[in-house]
């Protein structure tokens, strides 16, 4: 979704999406065009970011820290011994 631009990736260009449209036999019309091109964009715009320490994933709001990593930790390990508690007494029965 990326094109290579000397230093860094850059994203696709009108004229990029013109040549695919024309070689492929595809038809994408102009809403379509503008999602790939968006895209691509934000692609390009994250691809950069996520260099930085502590980005965090597409997936997730906010910056990481010590606490929330900690926070997501411990209600895992929570969540975990709830689970082995469960099977243990299963086991038993």
């Not at 695919?20 to 964009?41: A, K, P, T």
């Not at 970011?49 to 994933?57: D, I, V, Y």
Request: charged fraction near 20%; charge should be negative; aromatic fraction near 10%.
């Amino acid at each position: 979704m990326c094109l290579s631009g000397g230093m860094s990736m850059v994203p696709l260009t009108w004229q990029e999406i013109d040549s695919f449209v024309n070689r492929s036999g595809y038809i994408l019309d102009g809403w379509e065009c503008e999602q790939i091109i968006n895209m691509s964009r934000v692609y390009c715009s994250f691809s950069h970011e996520a260099k930085e320490l502590g980005c965090p994933p597409p997936y997730q709001e906010g910056k990481i820290t010590v606490e929330s990593v900690e926070a997501n930790r411990d209600k895992v390990g929570k969540q975990w011994s709830g689970f082995a508690a469960g099977h243990s007494a299963k086991r038993t029965l």
